[in-house]
C-alpha cells in the first residue's frame, strides 16, 4: 500500500460545502426534504399545509403553511446553519417540545438545491421572499404564512443525484413521508398534489380522529381497528391496532409516535412485536398507528441528525408498558384493567375514560366504540368505600349531594349531615386494611409498572432485612441500589396511590417502631378518592360511616338541626342572610 502522503495544511471549510456536508446526513432524498418542511410548518403552528410535488420532488417540492410566518429581518437567518427559534439552552435541549431544535434543515437543503422561501407574519403588511442567499428579501404577494419551494433537488451535487430512483419510487417515498406525518395531526388539514394532479385532501378533525385514520389506511384498517388506551406512571399510549384478521405480509402499516413525532426505535419494535407475538401467524405482521406520550425530559431526541431514532431515559420501564399495556388492549380486558387502574380516579389526574369517551363521540369506528361503551359500563364511578349497591336510610340519614367533591350532603330526620368524604374514606379504609392485616395479610396488587423509591440508605437496609414486615402490609419491595428500593406490589387498596410517598413514609415509619394500627391510617390516606359518586354510592358510604368505631374524639362528620338552619337562612340572628 502507497503511504498517505505528506499532510496538507489545515483550512477551513467553505460554509458552502460545510452545509453540504451537512445535507448529506439529512437530506437523503426528496422524502426528506418534504419531512424537514412539514416538521417546520407544524411547529409553526400551521393548521392547513400544502403540498406540491413535480417529478417525484427531484425538480419541485413546495410546502406551503398557514403557520406564524417568518419576521423579514429573519429570513436570511433562517436559512444559515446552526441559527434557530426553537430552544436557546442546554436545558430547553433536553425538553424539546417542537420537531426541529438542530435549526440546520433549510440551511442543509439550501445548499444542495435551489430554494425559495416566502413568508409573511401574521399581522405583516406583506411577504418577503429570499431566493437562496443571493439578495436581500424582496416584498412578494403571499398570505399569512410561509411557503418553502425546493427545486433542483441536488443539482449541484451529481454524486447525490445519482442515487436518486425514478420517479414512481421517490414520489412513493414522500407520500409515506406525508402519510406517517399526518397521521400524526389530525387537527391540521393537509393537500398533497403531485404533477397538478391532488393525491389526497384531509381535512382538520379532532385530535385523535379515527376518521383520518381511515382516509390514510383505509376503511378495512379502521374496520378491524382496536381502541388501546392505556395510561400509567405518568405515560400514556393510545391509538388504534387492526386485530389479527387484519395482518399483513410486511412491516408497512406500523405507526409508532413518540410525543408526537414519528420514530423508529429497536426498543419499542421489540415491546409491540412481542405484545402481538402469540396472536399472529409466523411471518405476518401486525398494523397499528400509536401514539406514546411521556415527560420530554425522560425521551431524547437529539440522537441523530434526522430525528428518526430516540433514546428512552428508562428503557426497562418504557418496554414494559408497551409490553403490558398493548397485550392487555390486544387481549381484550383492556376495559378490566383500565377498571382497576382507573376506579379510583386521583383528584389530579383527568378521568381515565374521558380520550375514549371523547373518541367515540367523534364517531369513531365500531370497535372504538365497543372498547368504550365496555370502558364505560366497566368504569361507572364505584366509591372505593361501597359495601353494598343499595341500603337502606340509617342515622346518617339518605344522601343529597356531593357539595364540592369533599362533604356528602344527607338529611336525616333532623337536618341537615355533612360527612368529611376524605376522612371518612380514611376511617374505612384504616378499618379494612387493620382487618386484613389480623386475618393475616394485607391483600397486595402488582404494579403495572415497577416504581423505584429512592430512600436514605439506613431506610434501604432495613427493607432489605425485614420483607416480611412489609409484605403483611401488601408492600412488595426488593433493595435495587445503596439508597434505592424497586416496589412491585402495594396493597390492592391503594390501587393508583403514589408509590414514592407511600414506600417512603412506611418504611420510616416502620423502621422506627411505630404502631401497627398507626401505620395504617397513614397508609389508608393515600387510597384515591372518587369524586364522581353516585347517590346511591353515597348512602353506601354513610352505610359505612355509620359502622365505625365510635369516633367521639375525631368525627369525620357534623350535623346541622333544623334549628340552627333556621338561624342560618330564616333571618334570625343572621341579618345578612337574603329574605325568604
Ligand atoms: P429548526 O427547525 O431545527 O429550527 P430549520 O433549519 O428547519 O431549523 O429552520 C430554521 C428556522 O426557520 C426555524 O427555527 C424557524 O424559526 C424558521 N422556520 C422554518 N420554517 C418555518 C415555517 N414554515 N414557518 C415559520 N418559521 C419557519
Ligand atoms: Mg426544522
Known amino acids: 500500500m502507497d503511504r498517505p502522503a505528506a499532510p496538507r495544511r489545515i483550512q477551513r471549510l467553505s460554509q458552502q460545502l460545510a452545509n453540504q456536508i451537512a445535507a448529506g446526513e439529512v437530506v437523503e432524498r426528496p422524502a426528506s426534504v418534504l419531512k424537514e418542511l412539514l416538521e417546520n410548518s407544524a411547529d409553526a403552528g400551521a393548521r392547513l399545509i400544502e403540498v406540491e410535488v413535480e417529478q417525484g420532488g427531484t425538480r419541485l417540492l413546495r410546502v406551503r403553511d398557514d403557520g406564524c410566518g417568518i419576521h423579514q429581518d429573519d429570513l436570511a437567518l433562517a436559512l444559515s446553519p446552526h441559527a434557530t427559534s426553537k430552544i436557546r439552552d442546554q436545558g430547553d435541549l433536553v425538553r424539546v417540545a417542537s420537531l426541529g431544535f438542530r435549526g440546520e434543515a433549510l440551511a442543509s437543503i439550501a445548499s444542495v438545491s ?12 406583506e411577504a418577503w421572499q429570499l431566493e ?6 424582496v416584498p412578494a404577494a403571499l398570505p399569512a404564512g410561509t411557503s418553502v419551494e425546493v427545486r433542483d433537488l441536488f443539482y449541484n451535487t451529481p454524486a447525490r443525484r445519482k442515487f436518486l430512483r425514478s420517479e414512481r419510487t421517490e414520489f412513493s417515498h414522500i407520500e409515506e413521508v406525508f402519510r406517517r406525518f399526518v397521521l400524526s395531526r389530525s387537527d391540521t388539514a393537509f393537500t398533497l398534489r403531485h404533477n397538478g394532479r391532488q393525491i389526497m385532501r384531509l381535512r382538520a378533525g379532532a385530535a385523535g380522529d379515527l376518521g383520518r385514520v381511515g382516509a390514510v389506511l383505509g376503511a378495512s384498517f379502521v374496520e378491524h381497528a382496536q381502541a388501546v388506551e392505556f395510561e400509567a406512571a405518568g405515560m400514556r399510549l ?17 405507526y409508532f409516535y413518540v410525543n408526537g413525532r414519528v420514530i423508529r426505535d429497536k426498543l419499542v419494535n421489540h415491546a409491540v412485536r412481542q405484545a402481538f407475538e402469540e396472536r399472529l401467524p409466523e411471518g405476518r405482521f401486525p398494523a397499528y398507528v400509536l401514539y406514546f406520550e411521556l415527560d420530554p425530559a425522560l425521551v431524547d431526541v437529539n440522537v441523530h441528525p434526522t430525528k428518526h431514532e430516540v433514546r428512552f431515559r428508562e428503557a426497562r420501564m418504557v418496554h414494559d408498558f408497551i409490553h403490558r399495556g398493548l397485550s392487555r ?3 381484550g380486558d383492556a376495559a378490566e384493567e383500565d377498571l382497576a387502574m382507573g376506579h379510583v380516579v386521583r383528584e389530579s389526574s383527568r378521568p381515565y375514560v374521558a ?27 364505584q366509591s372505593p368505600a361501597k ?33 368529611n368524604l376524605d376522612a371518612a374514606i380514611t376511617r374505612i379504609a384504616t378499618g379494612r386494611l387493620l382487618a386484613a392485616r389480623q386475618a393475616g395479610a394485607v391483600r397486595p396488587q402488582p404494579l403495572l409498572i415497577p416504581e423505584t423509591v429512592e430512600l436514605d440508605m439506613g431506610l434501604a437496609e432495613w427493607a432489605e432485612a425485614h420483607p416480611d414486615a412489609l409484605l403483611a402490609l401488601g408492600l412488595d419491595v426488593d433493595r435495587l441500589g445503596p439508597d434505592t428500593l424497586v416496589v412491585r406490589q402495594i396493597p390492592a387498596l391503594l390501587r393508583g396511590a403514589e408509590v414514592k410517598p407511600l414506600v417512603g413514609k412506611v418504611v420510616r415509619m416502620l423502621a422506627d417502631g411505630a404502631a401497627t394500627e398507626l401505620v395504617l391510617q397513614v397508609m389508608a390516606g393515600f387510597v384515591l378518592v372518587d369524586r364522581r359518586m353516585s347517590v346511591s354510592e353515597m348512602n353506601a358510604l354513610l352505610r359505612e360511616v355509620e359502622a365505625l368505631p365510635s369516633q367521639e374524639s375525631a368525627p369525620c362528620w357534623g350535623r346541622l338541626t333544623a334549628h340552627q338552619l333556621d338561624q342560618l337562612a330564616g333571618g334570625k340572628g343572621q341579618p345578612e342572610a337574603g329574605e325568604c
Not at 435551489?114 to 403588511?125: K, P
Not at 393510545?238 to 406500523?254: I, T, V
Not at 356531593?402 to 337536618?415: I, K, N, P, T
Open 114 to 125: 435551489r430554494l425559495t422561501i416566502t413568508s409573511r407574519m401574521a399581522g405583516a403588511g
Open 132 to 137: 437562496g442567499l443571493v439578495q436581500g428579501p
Open 238 to 254: 393510545w391509538g388504534w391496532a387492526a386485530q389479527p384478521e387484519f395482518s399483513r405480509p410486511q412491516n408497512d402499516m406500523q
Open 329 to 331: 388492549a390486544l387481549a
Open 355 to 381: 380520550p375514549l369517551m371523547a373518541a367515540a363521540s367523534r364517531g369513531a369506528g365500531r370497535a372504538a366504540l365497543a372498547a368504550c361503551d365496555a370502558l364505560y359500563r366497566a368504569s361507572r364511578p
Open 387 to 419: 359495601v353494598a349497591p343499595v341500603a337502606p336510610a340509617g342515622p346518617l340519614g339518605t344522601a343529597l349531594a356531593l357539595l364540592q367533591g369533599r362533604y356528602v350532603l344527607a338529611e336525616d330526620g333532623s337536618g341537615l349531615v355533612v360527612v
